[in-house]
């Protein structure tokens, strides 16, 4: 293989291993794993997952569901309140797929009654703390909602669903698992007040670095974290994964070596990375580990004191130990280690060898 | 036009206005406009620039010259140190293409003097003050890669090339034009040093900031903006343009109104913006100013007090004035001005419309 080219090189069996484990985690206490497919978009990928026992799978777009749907994936979430002027793309869909949409407002329910040509199934999304989108759990607006819902003949309430995201500001494991504990307190409220003129819905919770630390997942029917398979320097940073857990590297061609400055010169920018970094508290942004690829574009561990300090459109810049430098020359490969595999892995969307 | 996803919306009057603008001054100051084709990478905008008299032109990365060469550009630079993995792709253009490239180290000339199949035209790139690649004014490297470029075969020198992508850091429009003046210092006194062992060079200078604000190109002979055909709110924010010479905005549909929170989210993230921003002192990020549009797909004056304040992979966060919000729901849609278009162009390069 002759890498030319910033690629995305993912590790198949730390792949496996990352849904395995999640999977196992999942099994052992009795919440169905509906991963985020968002983080891959990779069909290779995806048949891992089906390997591993996966059958049902969460992603953020519709354009991401037909891509899946065309694979053979038959019960998707779209996790993303339902965007009204995709209503035509979502009407095209086999009936055989299940689809289930995500509304975050009677607006949105009314809608769908009016205009849905199949049935669907609708979790009403609920903000427990990370402010993006959502209803906050006392919202008047939920019970008229489910009572729509309810004598809808095109739409099911599945559940209620929220995406704990601030625990990407959490500051380590206590922080993380307290803000899961807010979330399941706030969704188990929803259940009790609601399930006995609703029976039969679910409780679906998202996000990585939560399900990752996690070993208490009562009173959730789902989870759906997504990152996991791939990991990354952020949550590594988040104390979600180990170094070695991280299962994608993005191999860059080195073009200038600036040894008087002990840095060097790699293609790959923001337009393959993206412009994600993790802030030090001394101004210093880091864009990325460096690693060293070997001849079967395996990696090494992260070359200590070697960062990716700097991005523009496609060039990175590394600071890197005067002997380590050494070792490289223009014409070499350098692996990095990306702060959010999510954004990576879609910029090098058609940049992807699976190892 | 039924617009469902995040689009990006080009201003083709404002575009010719913006080449036109730039390509006048360039001409009033007798040098050559070799515009940056790396912001847009689109061949409609590409069709503009050759209406406007641009025959010769920039692009970052071997891909893109193949691109622009397939497009039927003939004469075309490839600013990025020279990527010798990419050897072979060089090799198979056309040899009636005149692909100009970059190098920062002798590595380099002797790897293209012993691999190169073709005649090339060599610039070598110097660090004027940016710190990203090229050779320091007085590096003794740039006089024997001068004495192995006029013994090759296969080399020509074409002249010294420099990006002073340090304006993007300047505080105003002194600071930009001394960076400007201290760069063109630096690159005047190799000229005087080596012109007369090796004539007939070229001085080729980069950067929008400074080429929008300045008027004084003496000295050089070409010059490589490439973001002013866009512009964005980096480049006003840095005094380099106005709002409403802005050429481009991502409409994105609204898809949740948050009343309680002044805020709404859009479809409309990370992979269609970007991550880039603009931080205030207070630790506000901006991501991008709202603007309203109109039937034809035209926009307002940006919103006051609305702003782009958080993106991730799918949603954006926007804060507005309650009155203003009043006049959005869900279904809608949104204009962004984009901070850093050439990443935004980048990622929505199939999802693009020329207006």
Redesign the interface.
Known sequence: M????PTLLIDSSKVRMNIRNMKQKADRHHVLLRPHF?THQNLEVAEIFRKEGIEKITV??I?MAKQMAEAGWTDITVA???????I??LNQFNPAIHINLLV??M??VR?LNKHLRQNHVVFIEIDTGY???GL?VNDPEIAGMLLEIASSTVLQMGGFLTHA?QTYQARGKNETLEIMEESREQLVRLKQRFQRYHPGFILSYGDTPSCSMSEDFRDFDEIRPGNFVYYDVMQYHLGACSLSEIAVVVAC?V????K??SEM?I?GG??HL???YIAADDGFKLFGYVVRLNQAFGWTETIPGAYVY?L????G?IKMPEKELALF???D?AGILPIHS??TA??LKNKTVLL
Request: hydrophobic share 30%.
């Open positions: 002759n890498i030319t080219q968002k953020s777009s354009t993303f309140p339902f965007n009204m002027r995709e035509e793309d975050d407002s607006l949105q809608f402010h993006r989108t906050q995201g061609p073009v200038s070596v600036m008087t400055r010169a293609y923001a337009v993206s412009k994600e700097q523009s459109q496609e060039h810049l020359q223009p014409g490969l999510c954004l879609n910029l």
